[in-house]
């Protein structure tokens, strides 16, 4: 018997007197005091420049702290609202577990100086995330996705144990901070370790190709997907700060991450327009924002990188968090697409704002300035901020001729405190080795960026839309794992 034949009861709800649980509440108020003492320990580190070392396994920088910071403010807020939305499951304290554990290793993953225990901490990370994803064990759509995510967590810490080896092996250092200080030349064997690297970082952020994992995790409770978007994919971004003297031996190599960002940037852009539900498209908008942390890395701005997994996780949890309201109520038959058909007075205010916004960035920051990579990415920040704003008008109930100054009056405090953010963290990674090695533009620079200028107006204008065959194929490569897809609303219901 389905629900719809049911028949309904109306009534008060039966009173219970089973206690809630109480490790909820106790976990989540460890997670806040633990923030706390991340703000204190913050503004100590900041305020000294010696190294701070434990036992030669970890050591504790400006990276750390910045990241203790945000990890356990992303973590605080997801204990509090699970509190809520979890309640009532059988597996509450199974989930709380899970996410504190999961929040305790990150918190030492990025304090992690001896390459053993960096691996072992990045394994046992991807495994937490994995259990989150298969949280409701019954159901059989979770189990086969938490495989799905384990296997490719387990795949991605084998080859950051064989990239390992290989910098030992090369440089007989065993630390992070060994490996950083030696003298590293760009040889095939350090190439080849740069590009394990590069690859365990693509499958942990979900770059296309390794993009099905975070696809076929829908699985998950909303907020373990909200920790996952805000917390888990940004990794890649912090692994290969960690590791920027090996990935920034070679500047083939450091074009090779640019074109690998802006693949997944552009892709993951074409591929949220094919989703029909909110938290696809959410994952999307994750792979694509991925490709741009990638791009900023190696355009060899680390502290860009590290300054947008920030501003996109507190977008990207905010965004989850609220995924429950984000159903849009429109009258039938109306349309709203502020960002297309807006004319040529549109098109000369949008391009007289974006390069205001980047005398701003290029101003507040000092990138930008230089014939070299910082003006890729002032173009960058540009775009991106630029989106947000529009994105921003565009679910706005505002007349036409109000629309074109709308934008700049977003826009423009927003690149501002973007700049203002991203000049404040990279002062504040103290004792980090490399966190800006901008290099000269050369006409490859100046292709990639001119053809990915060009694909992302084209997906702006709506071009792509006429051909049929893209869309098949926007539609097959968003196909989550087998086993993973929800065909009916009953096989949901019954969890």
Request: glycine share 8%; net charge positive; with cysteine.
């Amino acid at each position: 018997m389905t629900d719809e034949t049911r028949l309904p009861r109306v009534g008060p709800l039966p009173k219970t007197a089973t206690a809630s649980p109480w490790l909820p509440l106790a976990l989540t108020r460890v997670v806040w005091s633990l923030w706390v003492v991340s703000l204190v320990v913050a503004m100590l580190r900041l305020s000294s420049s010696e190294s701070w070392s434990l036992l030669g396994l970890f050591s504790v920088d400006g990276l750390t702290v910045v990241m203790w910071v945000v990890v356990t403010f992303f973590s605080g807020i997801v204990h509090s609202f699970s509190r809520r939305y979890m309640a009532g499951d059988s597996g509450l304290t199974r989930f709380f577990g899970n996410v504190f554990t999961f929040t305790l290793a990150v918190m030492t993953l990025v304090a992690a100086d001896s390459l053993v225990v960096f691996v072992a901490l990045w394994l046992t990370m991807g495994l937490v995330m994995a259990n989150l994803i298969g949280h409701v064990d019954s159901w059989q759509h979770a189990r086969t996705a938490a495989t799905h995510a384990r296997r490719s967590f387990a795949a991605s810490s084998a080859l950051l144990a064989v990239s390992f080896a290989v910098l030992w092996w090369q440089t007989g250092a065993t630390t992070v901070s060994g490996v950083a200080s030696a003298n590293i030349t760009p040889t095939g064997t350090i190439l080849f370790a740069a590009a394990m690297l590069l690859l365990a970082a693509m499958i942990q952020s979900a770059l296309l190709p390794f993009h099905t994992w975070l696809l076929s995790s829908m699985t998950a409770p909303t907020p373990a997907s909200a920790l996952m978007h805000a917390g888990f994919v940004n990794a890649g971004g912090i692994l290969l700060l960690r590791f920027a003297p090996v990935v920034t031996v070679d500047g083939g190599f450091m074009l090779a991450i640019v074109v690998v960002g802006a693949t997944s940037a552009l892709l993951g852009k074409l591929l949220k327009t094919v989703q029909t539900d909110v938290k696809s498209q959410l994952g999307c908008s994750t792979v694509g924002q991925m490709g741009f942390m990638f791009m900023q890395a190696g355009l060899g701005f680390f502290g860009a990188a590290i300054t947008h997994l920030i501003l996109h996780g507190f977008y990207k949890a905010y965004q989850f968090l609220s995924s429950g309201s984000s159903v849009e109520q429109t009258a039938p038959g109306k349309k709203r697409d502020l960002t297309r058909s807006s004319g040529l007075a549109g098109v000369a205010v949008t391009v007289a704002t974006a390069l205001a916004g980047g005398v701003v960035f290029a101003v507040i920051t000092g990138k930008g300035l230089a014939f070299d990579t910082g003006l890729l990415l002032a173009g960058l920040v540009v775009l991106t901020t630029m989106h947000a704003a529009r994105e921003t008008v565009r679910h706005t109930e505002l007349p036409s001729f109000l629309r074109y100054g709308a934008v700049p009056l977003v826009f423009l405090p927003a690149i501002a405190v973007y700049a203002s953010v991203y000049t404040f963290i990279e002062h504040a990674l103290v004792g980090v080795p490399l966190v800006t090695v901008p290099t000269e533009l050369t006409p490859v620079h100046l292709a990639v960026a001119a053809a990915f200028l060009l694909a992302y107006v084209v997906i702006e204008s709506g071009v792509y839309l006429r051909s049929t065959h893209l869309y098949v194929t926007l539609v097959n490569a968003t196909r989550p794992a087998s086993g993973t897809i929800v065909t009916t609303r009953e096989e949901y219901n019954e969890h």
